[in-house]
């Protein structure tokens, strides 16, 4: 998950800006990539938003947005 205190506006806006470049119908996109973003951004994402969806992953696919 993230860490105490993050902007989760900042980690959603960031979010957004990587999937504009990575998104596969973009012409520099690339589904892997992509991919890997919205695993990660499912594990970040608050419980409010995305209730029990961090649980689901496993410790690899927490650590994917080191990767990004």
């Not at 980690?11 to 998104?23: C, E, G, I, L, T």
């Not at 951004?41 to 410790?59: D, I, K, M, Q, R």
């Amino acid at each position: 998950g993230r860490p105490r205190g993050t902007d989760w506006p900042a980690v959603r806006s960031a979010y957004r800006a990587r999937m504009r470049v990575a998104h596969p119908d973009v012409a520099s996109g690339d589904a892997a990539t992509a991919r890997r973003l919205n695993d990660a951004f499912g594990v970040l994402e608050p419980v409010s938003e995305g209730a029990g969806h961090a649980a689901e992953h496993t410790a690899d696919e927490r650590t994917a947005i080191d990767h990004a």
